[in-house]
Nanobody, 124 residues
């Protein structure tokens, strides 16, 4: 399995940007689709974005479209989430996850490895 470590969270103001980084260890990263999820206080974990193993297909939740951008660098075993125009409702713990296969997934049940999460707080 893939071990994942997220970084890059923090406290920012509305309108600011942050880039989250997820670094993976393990041989299967380059053949795994990856995703970002988030969980706000008192709410269930929700899908944010996902990317296939080769980066050819990318998807976003409607709430983050045109503000968040996912990318990956298989040579560095890393996936990124660039978050622009942040809003207070983006406040959550953000989790990186590796999928069960290489194609596109957005259901949390299709992800088999999870990081510990990084907290993002957006003040108004």
């Amino acid at each position: 399995q893939v071990q994942l470590v997220e970084s890059g969270g923090g406290l920012v103001q509305a309108g600011d940007s942050l880039r989250l980084t997820c670094t993976a260890s393990g041989r299967t990263f380059s053949s795994s689709a990856m995703g970002w999820f988030r969980q706000a206080p008192g709410k269930e974990r929700e899908f944010v974005s996902a990317i296939t193993w080769n980066g050819f297909r990318i998807g976003y939740a409607d709430s983050v479209k045109e503000r968040f951008f996912i990318s990956r660098d298989n040579a560095k075993n890393t996936v990124y989430l660039q978050m622009n125009s942040l809003k207070p409702e983006d406040t959550a713990v953000y989790y990186c996850a590796a999928a069960k296969g290489r194609y596109y997934y957005s259901d949390p049940d299709d992800f088999v490895s999870w990081g510990q999460g990084t907290r993002v707080t957006v003040s108004s």
